[in-house]
T-cell receptor
Framework: AQKITQTQPGMFVQEKEAVTLDCTYD???????LFWYKQPSSGEMIFLIY??????QNATEGRYSLNFQKARKSANLVISASQLGDSAMYFC?????????????????FGRGTQLTVWP | GAGVSQTPSNKVTEKGKYVELRCDPI?????LYWYRQSLGQGPEFLIY????????DSGLPNDRFFAVRPEGSVSTLKIQRTERGDSAVYLC?????????????FGEGSWLTVV
């Protein structure tokens, strides 16, 4: 069975600093996808970044990068130059199917989330 | 709008009543998902449709929960004989068909409170 673990219930970072949100996962699937979503107080889940298990390089999207360590089964999110608007709940998630392998994504398995607070 | 639309945004109902939650996915998206998010938890998968058919309904907690997508677009999640434990945010999401390289896009959710 797939499982996502986020061990940090809350994190605090000063504006303009970098922060790392931890995520470990467990799966027996030979290939899989890893995602990070941001959920502000409005409730909408906003897609941030994706990493396929077979990707050789770590994914980056603007200020977001994913530190993927396959042997450790970790997929930590790094946010550089934090902004006040980054304050939100962040969820790590996993799919059994890497979505760019030509098949529909299927279900996602989510962690419990990390509440990030950015202070001035 | 261009995003996933869910109605109602808030629903308060009495224990034992029947509830319907509606989801209008992004136009052209063939896959549609329902998740449930309880307070302090991550979203939990309920069911996913590929077109009109349920491709995976293994997350539905019991037979009080049912979902339909008769024309492959709008979906309705139906909850019979609601219980207080059903109180949660019900999130709908959609994604394009295979090969597009896009992820799942979520709506803002329907907050259900059973009193």
């Amino acid at each position: 069975a797939q499982k996502i673990t986020q061990t940090q219930p809350g994190m605090f970072v000063q504006e303009k600093e970098a922060v790392t949100l931890d995520c470990t996962y467990d799966t027996s699937d030979p290939s899989y996808g890893l995602f990070w979503y941001k959920q502000p107080s409005s409730g909408e889940m906003i897609f941030l970044i994706y990493q396929g298990s077979y990707d050789q390089q770590n994914a980056t999207e603007g200020r977001y990068s994913l530190n993927f360590q396959k042997a450790r089964k970790s997929a930590n999110l790094v946010i550089s130059a934090s902004q006040l608007g980054d304050s939100a709940m962040y969820f790590c998630a996993m799919s059994s199917v890497p979505y760019d392998r030509g098949s529909t994504l299927g279900r996602l398995y989510f962690g419990r989330g990390t509440q990030l607070t950015v202070w001035p | 709008g261009a995003g996933v639309s869910q109605t109602p945004s808030n629903k308060v109902t009495e224990k034992g009543k029947y509830v319907e939650l509606r989801c209008d996915p992004i136009s052209g998206h063939t896959a549609l998902y329902w998740y449930r998010q309880s307070l302090g938890q991550g979203p939990e998968f309920l069911i996913y449709f590929q077109g009109t058919g349920a491709a995976d309904d293994s997350g539905l907690p019991n037979d009080r929960f049912f979902a339909v997508r008769p024309e492959g677009s709008v979906s309705t999640l139906k909850i019979q004989r609601t219980e207080r434990g059903d109180s949660a945010v019900y999130l709908c999401a959609s994604s394009p068909d295979s090969g597009s390289g896009n992820t799942i896009y979520f709506g803002e959710g329907s907050w259900l409170t059973v009193v």
